[in-house]
């Protein structure tokens, strides 16, 4: 066990289950809400860029994406509502089944059983509602603490959601590994708060450098992830 960590917090979506394995179910989904879906991840960027910018956060942060995507379909503010109940429809609950079919990565289900006996806290921080999904992936049970970083209004990478995060886990930022699949989102706003960083690529991937900040740990597969935390 490593005496520096004592709680091991991961991302959800491609990095517990490869996103292929969703993809390849939502095509039928995805030809048919092109047009929505392609205007509901400009509309999050949207709200990337501007929290990035510094920008304060919404009271109401379903709301506030709903008017985002409502300006980028080019439709009226009073349209806010239906978009809200669409977005719910269509991208949470309506992708949640499709977990039911989906295979998580090899060896998540022992490394998570094996961090959880040597005693880490494990937790789980999401940009999507992720409770359904876990349960769907037979995952539901290993967790102390599960986050969504839309409840706290923040999006991957600001900071207020990994602190949220290291609040609920009970234990200090510098304490706990984060692992995803995501330089840009997962690495920088956990290293940005004083999380240790754990990138999960793929094993055919070929670069020559990160982006700042590195990751403290890279790994393709969860042996090699429970070798770094239990070996």
């Known amino acids: 066990m490593r005496s520096d960590i004592e709680g091991v917090a991961f991302d959800l979506d491609g990095t517990l289950y490869p996103n292929y394995r969703l993809n390849v179910r939502l095509i039928p989904f995805i030809f048919k809400e092109l ?11 949207i709200i990337r860029d501007e929290q990035l910018k510094g920008l304060a956060l919404p009271e109401d942060f379903y709301r506030h994406q709903a008017e985002k995507l409502a300006g980028v379909l080019s439709l009226p503010k009073d349209s806010t509502d239906l978009i809200k109940e669409k977005i719910d429809t269509l991208i949470y609950r309506g992708w949640e ?12 289900f022992e490394t998570l059983a094996a961090l959880k006996k040597a005693g880490y806290k494990l937790g789980l921080l999401s940009d999507f509602p992720p409770e359904i999904k876990i349960k769907y992936l037979g ?12 409840n706290s209004g923040a999006l991957k990478p600001h900071p207020l959601s990994f602190k949220d995060l290291a609040r609920a886990m009970s234990l ?8 995803g699949n995501s330089r840009s989102y997962d690495v920088a706003g956990a290293a940005g708060t004083g999380m240790k960083t754990a990138w999960i690529k793929s094993k055919f991937f070929i670069g020559s450098g990160f ?11 969860y042996r090699q992830l429970y070798k770094y935390m239990i070996e």
């Open 139 to 150: 995952i539901d049970s290993f967790w102390d603490v599960v986050l969504c970083s839309e």
């Open 97 to 108: 089944p499709i977990f039911k079919k989906v295979q998580l990565f090899k060896g998540v």
């Open 172 to 179: 200090p930022a510098e304490k706990i590994l984060y692992v």
């Open 35 to 45: 047009r929505f879906i392609s205007a509901f991840g400009k509309a999050r960027q």
């Open 211 to 221: 982006k700042k900040p590195k990751p403290d740990f890279s790994f393709h597969s």
